[in-house]
């Protein structure tokens, strides 16, 4: 039976992102919601976007800020550590790193990006770069991390996909995320889709939200508002932290 999965991942602290996909989702009629990691950091309202996913999603993959945060690895993050709280700074710390199944006769490798990825890769990065994630044998692989949502087939490989970002969309700056659509666990070859999927949100609460938590001490605050209002990275130049 073919079955709608929603993927999403980066929320990053954005509530009003957040609440517009899950209302898209519902609209779909999507029962499904598999997490790609970084529900927490960077926007103001992370302890709300860690309780939806967890709520909301079968399960959550651990990212790079789920991790940092989660471990209290840097000391400019003490506002989410605040926010957040111990009991779920420790659950950030116990998210699996990956997701592996069957799809419409595909092998799936589903992962946030970092830190399985050493560096934040983009879809259109080389081939030789990206190949080496669908070893052994897999046929489709998506991720997040980047912000930016990409799909891309890979010779003699099989599918790519990025799921872009709910809270902190690049390029296109809105609420981003991914629909799979196959046979789950289907051992035969059967169609099988991928959808990426932008939705408008209340930008102006984001904002809002945003800048009464720097007043409280959000680090890079105003940066985190730039990158809400233009899709465009705003934390210098070079990849993605």
């Given at each position: 039976m073919?079955?709608?999965?929603?993927?999403?991942?980066?929320?990053?602290?954005?509530?009003?992102?957040?609440?517009?996909?899950?209302?898209?989702?519902?609209?779909?009629?999507?029962?499904?919601?598999?997490?790609?990691?970084?529900?927490?950091?960077?926007?103001?309202?992370?302890?709300?976007?860690?309780d939806?996913?967890?709520?909301?999603?079968?399960?959550?993959?651990?990212?790079?800020?789920?991790?940092?945060?989660?471990?209290?690895?840097?000391p400019?993050?003490?506002?989410?550590?605040?926010?957040?709280?111990?009991?779920?700074?420790?659950?950030?710390?116990e998210?699996?790193?990956?997701?592996?199944?069957?799809?419409?006769?595909?092998?799936?490798?589903?992962f946030?990006?970092?830190p399985?990825?050493?560096?934040?890769?983009?879809?259109?990065?080389?081939?030789?770069?990206?190949?080496?994630?669908?070893?052994?044998?897999?046929?489709?692989?998506?991720?997040?991390?980047?912000?930016?949502?990409?799909?891309?087939?890979?010779?003699?490989?099989?599918?790519?996909?990025?799921?872009?970002?709910?809270?902190?969309g690049?390029?296109?700056?809105?609420?981003?995320?991914?629909?799979?659509?196959?046979?789950l666990?289907?051992?035969?070859?059967?169609?099988f889709?991928?959808?990426?999927?932008?939705?408008?949100?209340?930008?102006?609460?984001?904002?809002?939200?945003?800048r009464?938590?720097?007043?409280?001490?959000?680090?890079?605050?105003?940066?985190?508002?730039?990158?809400?209002?233009?899709?465009?990275?705003?934390?210098g130049?070079?990849?993605?932290p």
């Amino acid at each position: 039976m073919m079955t709608q999965i929603a993927l999403v991942a980066d929320l990053h602290g954005n509530w009003p992102a957040t609440q517009a996909v899950d209302r898209d989702i519902r609209a779909r009629g999507i029962e499904k919601i598999w997490c790609l990691g970084d529900v927490v950091g960077k926007g103001p309202s992370s302890a709300e976007t860690f309780d939806w996913a967890l709520s909301r999603c079968e399960f959550i993959l651990q990212g790079n800020w789920d991790e940092g945060i989660g471990k209290k690895m840097f000391p400019k993050d003490a506002f989410y550590y605040a926010q957040l709280g111990e009991k779920r700074l420790k659950m950030l710390t116990e998210f699996p790193l990956e997701y592996h199944g069957l799809i419409s006769g595909r092998k799936l490798r589903l992962f946030h990006g970092r830190p399985i990825m050493p560096l934040p890769y983009y879809t259109h990065e080389p081939a030789d770069v990206l190949s080496p994630y669908f070893l052994p044998d897999f046929d489709v692989v998506g991720y997040a991390d980047v912000h930016r949502q990409g799909t891309r087939i890979l010779d003699s490989k099989g599918i790519l996909f990025n799921t872009g970002s709910v809270g902190n969309g690049l390029g296109v700056a809105m609420a981003q995320y991914a629909i799979l659509r196959g046979e789950l666990e289907g051992q035969a070859p059967a169609p099988f889709d991928v959808t990426l999927v932008t939705v408008p949100y209340d930008k102006q609460q984001a904002i809002m939200d945003t800048r009464a938590a720097g007043e409280a001490g959000l680090a890079n605050a105003d940066l985190f508002e730039k990158e809400l209002l233009t899709g465009v990275y705003a934390r210098g130049k070079g990849r993605m932290p």
